[in-house]
Nanobody
């Protein structure tokens, strides 16, 4: 089985930065695409960013493009660097892994494994 554990969330002022980490383990982890989604109370879980198995392709939600950067250590860890944070970024952030193709996707149902989430709160 694959296990994902997020860390790095917290409280930050608008305009500040946070760096989320996702530690992953399991068979063929380095061949999986990885992503981040977020969910605020009363809202659907929303795609944030994804990275292909090799790290050569990335894709971002338009709402975070230019502010967030996804990267990976193909052996162990995926990161989300979040800059210029806004109150609308407040949510629980989830790390996720895609088993079958290794390609980026914006669709929640394309992903197979999920972490427990880490809270990000941006104050105004």
């Amino acid at each position: 089985q694959v296990q994902l554990v997020e860390s790095g969330g917290g409280l930050v002022q608008a305009g500040g930065s946070l760096r989320l980490s996702c530690a992953a383990s399991g068979r063929a982890f380095s061949s999986y695409a990885m992503g981040w989604f977020r969910q605020a109370p009363g809202k659907e879980r929303e795609f944030v960013a994804a990275i292909s198995w090799s790290g050569s392709s990335t894709y971002y939600n338009d709402s975070v493009k230019g502010r967030f950067t996804i990267s990976r250590d193909n052996a162990t860890t995926v990161y989300l660097q979040m800059n210029s944070l806004k109150p609308e970024d407040t949510a629980v952030y989830y790390c996720t892994a895609e088993r079958d193709t290794g390609r980026v996707s914006v669709l929640r149902n394309d992903y197979d494994y999920w972490g427990q989430g880490t809270q990000v709160t941006v104050s105004s």
